[in-house]
C-alpha cells in the first residue's frame, strides 16, 4: 500500500494529529513544527483534533485516549530507518517501534500508545527520517521540505474526505 493511500485510510475516520519533537533540537522539532501549520489550516469541523503536543505527550495522552477519534496519528522524527533525511515512514506506532523503534521518542511514545490503544483507537505514526537531533534550532532543508509535503498531503486528504 502506498504512503499516500495509508494516509487517507487513516485520515477517512475522526483522527488526532499529535504533533511529537522538541523545538530545542534541530530536525527533532519537525512534528511540533508540523502540528503548529496543521491547527491553522485544519477545519475544525472535519472531526479531526491537532495537537502540538512537543515532547511530553504524556501531559496529553488521557485527552487523546478519551476523545471521539478512532485513530490517533502521531508525527514525529525518526532515526534508524536507513532512510535519507527527510524520508519518511508511516505504520502503526506498535509495529514500527518493534525492535528498538525509530521515534526520538521512544519511551513516552510507548507508554501513550498503550495507554491510547486500550481505549480501542489505532495509534499510526508518521516519522520524517532526521539527520540532526543535537541542541540547536536549525531544522534541515530536507526536513522543512518533507514536513510541506506531509502538511499538504495532510490538508488535502482531510478535504477530500469531507
Avoid at 23 to 28: C, E, F, I, Q, V
Avoid at 107 to 119: C, G, R, W
Wanted: charged share 20%.
Amino acid at each position: 500500500m502506498s504512503f499516500a493511500t495509508e494516509l487517507e485510510q487513516i485520515l477517512s475516520q475522526p483522527t488526532c494529529i499529535v504533533g511529537v519533537g522538541n523545538p530545542l533540537r534541530n530536525d527533532d522539532a519537525v512534528g511540533a513544527l508540523i502540528a503548529e501549520r496543521l491547527e491553522n489550516e485544519l477545519p475544525a469541523s472535519f472531526g479531526h483534533t491537532v495537537i502540538n503536543a512537543e515532547d511530553v505527550i504524556e501531559n496529553h495522552v488521557f485527552q487523546i485516549a478519551d476523545s471521539a477519534v478512532r485513530n490517533v496519528l502521531v508525527i514525529d522524527a525518526v532515526q534508524g530507518t536507513g532512510g535519507e533525511c527527510g524520508s519518511l515512514v508511516l505504520g502503526k506506532l506498535a509495529e514500527l517501534e518493534v525492535g528498538g523503534g525509530f521515534s526520538t521518542h521512544k519511551l513516552a511514545l510507548s507508554m501513550a500508545t498503550q495507554l491510547i490503544e486500550q481505549q480501542g483507537k489505532d495509534v499510526y505514526l508518521l516519522g520524517i527520517a532526521a539527520e540532526n537531533i543535537d541542541f540547536g534550532r536549525s531544522v534541515s532543508p530536507e526536513i522543512l521540505n518533507s514536513a510541506a509535503t506531509v502538511i499538504e498531503l495532510i490538508v488535502a486528504q482531510v478535504a477530500r474526505s469531507h
